[in-house]
């Protein structure tokens, strides 16, 4: 597919006279073709279009919209390597990371189109109609959940793929029923062209209304205000930067009209290192955290960005292991010029709040190469710095030297809100560990034993969210399949007759489908 | 019971040197005893007791907490007339309504201790582990969902008892987990003294932790707004006015860490008359329209404030029959001196505008009294005023003339987010009644059918939000069990051994209650 550089608003390509260019990061170079940048009217036509195929596209069975997302899916694995060629372009994200990103694109939308399938989402309930009641009789009330309405998708730059244009919230907007509109991140807008051509390919094959899907690009951050501004957006998704992520939060705040704005933020995803796990397994400890800590270069959310740990020989130990192994990592490209500029001052910030730098100090030479590092505190300079506790993103972590486990948990009461916290333990911490857990549970939205926060599975329980500023809405999560609800809301229909229901709430439909009859879980038996 | 004028910081009573009393409104007179204000220093009182709270009172089974709630049922019962008499000198509220707003508070916490032992408001998930999967093994994945921590409740003015102090939102809130501390409505602190003294005798019997209820009284919204930003506060409930929801969104916005404020706050609650429910029985319309207009002298948030009625001789004759009806409905006691006075500028505010009254032009004489109004206007001029929509709180509605289908169509388009719409309706005006219900869907948070939206079932399908500014969040309900989601948040638990699980996610225990497994609901099996 060759590349046009237009904007999609509904099925049509647009363009404007605004242009910007994609980046090679790798070489500092522009790639061709540009890109027209929107403007406030492409914002217009884009939600018009979206609002008057909301009606028309929340009123498809779950069957239809499943076979929506099946079919992007499908597209987007036949663009085969041309789709990731330009993603390796655009983001120096290596071959392998972009198949398996590839995959975990399509693997959410194919799970998506499951739990539409499943009704689970819609949340069916019917309290019967209680004529005979004293004092007052009960009317037959019955609930269903329904699509928000159209949704403004703020495409991610570490995820091309997985959390941009038919990324996780795309995904989960589309399923419950909502149109979208893109906002497709400015580092990446080749593979946002490439993987809207897929979507409008399924929308095309499978008969959906033209406004369900738009891609609006542009380098100002102005565009996303106006669309988050515009007033037929009903929610917002959002992955990237605190300073972003509240920026958006203002803006809907400032509407006449407030909407929700889910924006995925930021978190230092800490990791415990309890006494007897680094008794015994220091070495491999810190070779598994410098792989975690390293991997894509440090750009993920869940990047474990702050070790607390116990101090002794075991500690001693995971220390010089882990610097030795990061010394090993060789430099990685980052995904663009600011994120590698704005990692090199937290590197700073951190060194001048006086973290001690354990490895890496040279600097790379490669454009926007960056190494990773490790610092480390005693836990009171933690405590009296806060700042410290603050997301460095990329391949930083800060080390805390702890003299006692009520200094862990001091710490932990002080941390703000994060997507995850990890704790490595054997039996023999299990005092300990249960001590620290729930104060672990009012600060992260998921909890590791034993595991590394990097790699966020796509299914039913997960959650990857967690109290502000891990996200904006610490009720929410943006993987997995909760992550739908963030885009319904429910409605009772009172004294409704039969024919008047939609459908999922006739009482024949109801019959095949979960749903909560006078309070009581039924499972339904599909035919 | 004696009431003191204390307030509760925890299990105790406390006192201040700042005092003001309640004032009957039936005349205008103060009520004995003073009660004491609370300043900065109880808010942080209350909130640090709140905060010591929150991890002893969720670790506590469902079933204790089921029992802290019955028996606040059951104290409150137990309080008899007393209880009811404070209630009625505070707000005029005649005995019969005050007798049944008492059983509904009671059924209400009731409804909540069943709902806890369900166990279906925990979430419950698991994604078994698959250590063969390939390329990459998944782990162990559980996940419920938890409390969010303390809650602010602000008691309303309108249901002393329903909505205040251990009204649905300290029902809902206590259920999930949660700590309260309660901010009483100014203009019925006696009643609420007593439903505290309630709380903390049941909270005392059933062992539950001091700080599991705080009373915070006062008559400065200063109050409000530092209980808002105490940062150990995590979620907000509130019933009243838009301004004073919306005052309590920006405190929220305010904060370091915004958190989720679930206001009720603004409905006109429409009604669509359609044209053959108007030939076949306008003159019982009108007569079950003026009982649920003027009922509680409109002192609800889903009172009928609006009509859209289609030209013609039915109409005619609804208006003649409404207006006739409403001239022989006695005036009314309101609950305070402040919403008297914003109903009479509300009804000038109509009249200003140009709106037509149709019944009752005289001013009562008893103090604080009210008389139910009717007004009229053509559907071009609410059109071109659209501030003609705006909620006047109390016995007022406005009859919208419209021409034809169209204009009751683009009307429902122009109108803001409601609580409720309603459709009156025959076999016959089947299919503009279709036309009208996805518009209808995507204003309200329930839609009747020959019904009328005043009382609200406490159950499982009801739905009592609706998109902004109806509620600030329109993703919510702040009645029925549905409500417990707005103080939850899930958590998931990864890679745990079964002994570090909580207790609802071992895999005895999760056999007992409804899950979702690897996706597929199961009901479980209660031994």
Known sequence: MALTGELFIGGA?????????????????????????????EVDAACALADAAFDPYRSLTPERRAAFLDAIAQHILDQGEGLLERAREETALPP????????????????????LRSRAWLGLRVDPA?????????????QRKIPCGPVAVFGASNFPLAFSVAGGDSAAALAAGCPIVVKGHPSHPGTSEWVAAAIIAAAAETGMPAGVFS????PDVALGAALVGDPRIAAVAFTGSRAGGQALMRASAARPKPIPVFAEMSSVNPVILLPSALASRAVSLAQAFVTSVSLGVGQFCTNPGLVLALEGPGMEQFVAAAAAALDAVPPGIMLNEGIRRNYAQGLERLAEQGAQRLAQAGAPEAPNAARAALFSVPAATLLARPALAEEVFGPASLLVRCSCPAEVRQIIERLDGQLTATVQMTDDDRALALQLLPALERKAGRILINGWPTGVEVSHAMVHGGPFPATSDGRSTSVGTLSIERFLRPVCYQGFPEDLLPAELHTTELSRWPHRFDGELRLGKPV
Chains 1, 2 share one sequence.
Not at 34 to 39: L, M, T, Y
């Open 96 to 115: 392998a990371r972009l198949t398996s990103e590839r995959a975990r694109t399509v693997g959410q939308l194919r799970v998506f189109a499951a739990e």
């Open 130 to 142: 209680l004529p005979n009641r004293q004092p007052l009789p009960r009317p037959d009330l019955r």
């Open 215 to 218: 891609l609006l690009n542009g």
């Open 13 to 41: 390509r647009h363009s404007t006279p605004h242009r910007f260019h994609a980046v090679d990061p790798a070489r500092n170079s522009l790639l061709e073709p540009p890109f027209s940048a929107a403007g406030t009217a």
